[in-house]
């Protein structure tokens, strides 16, 4: 069965430091991967997803993804935090070649801004 | 605009009433699914349909069912809401798992 671990359920950063939030997912066969954020009381957006192409993926908002085969890892950086990147975020795995397969949802990491 | 409509926004039940989620794609595509989430939890599957005319458990399905109505149609029922029902709900669909869409949720309250 397919999983998502998200280290850190709150990620604190400074106004212009890099942001790092860590995806680590669980798949017996090669997965699709996804970043989700949601910002309070609204729904989920798409950041960025990874279909087996380029290993480096870039999405919305200076965000960016390296799907690291060896390490089982999907970690999202963005190199300078803006106080509207708070919000939360959600890693996501799916099943390549199931089309139907449904996605499979970290627990979340909480980023925080200061200015 | 095309996507996911999931009706009602909002909504309050007393503990032991019952509703009914809708949820709509105009996207033609095969799969639609239920989640419901909760602080600290993610995002949680309760049920699913892989096409039109089959559904399949999640993770969290006690307490609730599914209608695949049509193609485009998938409702969510809660027979008897219970104040664990308390939660966010939301509808998404995919063509092939390639992309999926999610709709805006259902904010449920059960007191």
């Known amino acids: 069965a397919q999983s998502v671990t998200q280290l850190g359920s709150h990620v604190s950063v400074s106004e212009g430091a890099l942001v790092l939030l860590r995806c680590n997912y669980s798949?017996?066969?090669?997965?699709?991967l996804f970043w989700y954020v949601q910002y309070p009381n609204q729904g989920l957006q798409l950041l960025l997803k990874?279909?087996?192409?380029?290993?480096l993926v870039k999405g919305i908002n200076g965000f960016e993804a390296e799907f690291k085969k060896s390490e089982t890892s999907f970690h999202l950086t963005k190199p300078s935090a803006h106080m509207s990147d708070a919000a939360e975020y959600f890693c996501?795995?799916?099943?390549?070649?199931?089309?139907?397969?449904?996605?499979?949802f970290g627990k979340g990491t909480r980023l925080s801004v200061i200015a | 605009n095309a996507g996911v409509t999931q009706t009602p926004k909002f909504q309050v039940l007393k503990t032991g009433q019952s509703m009914t989620l809708q949820c709509a794609q105009d996207?033609?595509?095969?799969?639609m699914y239920w989640y419901r989430q909760d602080p600290g939890m993610g995002l949680r599957l309760i049920y699913y349909?892989?096409?039109?005319?089959?559904?399949d458990k999640g993770e969290v399905p006690n307490g609730y069912n599914v209608s695949r109505l049509n193609k485009r149609e998938f409702s969510l029922r809660l027979e008897s809401a219970a104040p664990s029902q308390t939660s966010v709900y939301f509808c998404?669909?995919?063509?092939?798992?390639?992309?999926?869409?999610f709709g805006s949720g259902t904010r449920l309250t059960v007191v």
């Open positions: 998404a669909s995919t063509w092939a798992g390639y992309g999926y869409t």
């Open positions: 798949s017996s066969v090669p997965p699709y």
């Open positions: 990874y279909t087996s192409a380029a290993t």
């Open positions: 996501a795995v799916s099943e390549v070649g199931s089309g139907n397969t449904p996605l499979v």
């Open positions: 996207m033609n595509h095969n799969s």
């Open positions: 349909s892989a096409s039109e005319g089959t559904t």
